[in-house]
């Protein structure tokens, strides 16, 4: 898979990102986000002081596994710097094209919901790109 088709795949459906950070321990910390790509950025909202978002706060890198759970069993691996914007002006129109992937019926809840104090938009840069898929049989 190249890096177009992964990028295609990373977009399709309404998989989710199993978002991988550090603490500033060294120890590894996985964690599930909705997300959507725009460009050559995976962008998803995240709470500032959950563990997600100390930890890229303190080390701006993070990498994310996006899977397609049924036959045959295709998936990206992603990495790359992060840049956070804890109050930008556009976070609701984020949120809500978010939400439209994974509920489209109650995104304007999801999003408003999501469009909070404390709540931060995350650009993770897609500077390292794998993935592999197979045909099915």
Known sequence: ????????FLAFGARTAKV?????KGRPHVAPVWFVVDG??????????S????????????AVAVDDDSFPY?????????????EPSDRLEWATRIA???VPDRAGEFGARNDAPGETL?????ERVFGQAELAL
């Open 100 to 102: 439209s992937r994974y």
């Open 20 to 24: 991988a950070t550090v603490t500033p």
């Open 74 to 86: 295709a998936f990206v691996i992603a990495r790359g710097s992060v840049t956070l914007e804890d």
């Open 51 to 62: 563990a997600k978002g100390r930890h890229l706060r303190a080390n701006p890198r993070a």
């Open 1 to 8: 898979m190249d890096a177009a088709e992964a990028r295609e």
């Open 40 to 49: 050559d950025d995976l962008v998803f909202i995240t709470t500032a002081t």
């Open 122 to 126: 995350v650009r993770l840069h897609l």
